[in-house]
């Protein structure tokens, strides 16, 4: 809706105007809400630095901040790309970027059921074996020697917008897993609020992170360069998440006497 409303509605204020508008709407709606509380009236305070202290409930928090980047570096930068690449406009690349939302909004209720009912790790190194391969055909990178064609731009979006959710969903499951197994099983609804809090941050600040240093590099690197380089560097994150996942399951069989997860007890 943006594309359309800087290229033929009111120009480029008016696609922050509706989103605003409609967002103060929804404030207005929730004032008229009556709150609910359901929370105990006591809770270990002391348990929310359990969770900011643990480096296992942190790394697992990176990495669906790392996955966010993935998400958000391409968009500063794709509008002049396709302009320049496909002699395509605004609303085309809007569009593109459709398909990359559409694709989570689909994916997101069967991924969840699998994740569900199946192993959360397997999900998450699942994702980091491809998403670098595919963030680097974006572009593409140069050094593949493949042609760009809305095709392929628009299929590597969709599958983007199902595997950087598959990255991402398992983690707040892994952050519960993993405190409950440094902290005798137990999850307090102080920690659980924790968690929850941190799980969220990791969005924006991944958001923040892949905006920030795309709109930088942009001044200096072209954009198949660009996105093909923070493919290539999320390889890194992937082998990290193996290294996670492994030593992980060492600890858990240290704990409980065997490397299944705590969610499958």
């Given at each position: 809706?943006?594309?359309?409303?800087?290229?033929?509605?009111?120009?480029?204020?008016?696609?922050?105007?509706?989103?605003?508008?409609?967002?103060?709407?929804?404030?207005?709606?929730?004032?008229?809400?009556?709150?609910?509380?359901?929370?105990?009236?006591?809770?270990?305070?002391?348990?929310?630095?359990?969770?900011?202290?643990?480096?296992?409930?942190?790394?697992?928090?990176?990495?669906?901040?790392?996955?966010?980047?993935?998400?958000?570096?391409?968009?500063?930068?794709?509008?002049?790309?396709?302009?320049?690449?496909?002699?395509?406009?605004?609303?085309?690349?809007?569009?593109?970027?459709?398909?990359?939302?559409?694709?989570?909004?689909?994916?997101?209720?069967?991924?969840?059921?699998?994740?569900?009912?199946?192993?959360?790790?397997?999900?998450?190194?699942?994702?980091?074996?491809?998403?670098?391969?595919?963030?680097?055909?974006?572009?593409?990178?140069?050094?593949?020697?493949?042609?760009?064609?809305?095709?392929?731009?628009?299929?590597?979006?969709?599958?983007?917008?199902?595997?950087?959710?598959?990255?991402?969903?398992?983690?707040?499951?892994?952050?519960?897993?993993?405190?409950?197994?440094?902290?005798?099983?137990?999850?307090?609804?102080?920690?659980?609020?924790?968690?929850v809090s941190v799980y969220c941050s990791c969005f924006p600040l991944g958001a923040c992170i892949g905006s920030f240093s795309a709109g930088i590099l942009s001044l200096y690197v072209p954009f198949e360069w660009s996105t093909g380089?923070?493919?290539?560097?999320?390889?890194?994150?992937?082998?990290?998440?193996?290294?996670?996942?492994?030593?992980?399951?060492?600890?858990?069989?240290?704990?409980?006497?065997?490397?299944?997860?705590?969610?499958?007890?």
């Open positions: 809706s943006s594309g359309i409303n800087a290229e033929y509605g009111g120009g480029y204020s008016l696609s922050f105007w509706v989103p605003g508008l409609i967002i103060v709407c929804c404030v207005l709606i929730e004032l008229t809400v009556p709150p609910v509380n359901t929370l105990p009236e006591k809770s270990e305070s002391n348990d929310s630095m359990k969770v900011y202290k643990d480096p296992w409930v942190m790394l697992a928090a990176w990495h669906c901040a790392a996955c966010q980047i993935l998400l958000y570096f391409h968009l500063p930068t794709m509008a002049p790309f396709v302009e320049r690449a496909l002699g395509e406009s605004v609303v085309w690349t809007g569009l593109a970027l459709l398909v990359n939302t559409s694709t989570i909004i689909i994916s997101a209720p069967p991924l969840g059921w699998l994740i569900d009912r199946f192993n959360p790790y397997f999900f998450v190194m699942l994702s980091a074996v491809i998403l670098p391969f595919l963030y680097m055909f974006i572009g593409p990178i140069p050094i593949f020697h493949v042609a760009t064609t809305k095709l392929q731009v628009m299929l590597v979006l969709a599958l983007l917008g199902f595997f950087v959710p598959m990255g991402c969903t398992p983690i707040l499951l892994i952050m519960f897993d993993v405190y409950k197994l440094r902290n005798g099983g137990e999850l307090s609804i102080s920690a659980s609020n924790t968690i380089g923070i493919g290539l560097l999320f390889i890194v994150q992937s082998v990290l998440s193996f290294i996670y996942c492994w030593k992980l399951a060492e600890l858990k069989k240290r704990s409980t006497g065997e490397g299944k997860p705590l969610l499958e007890e």
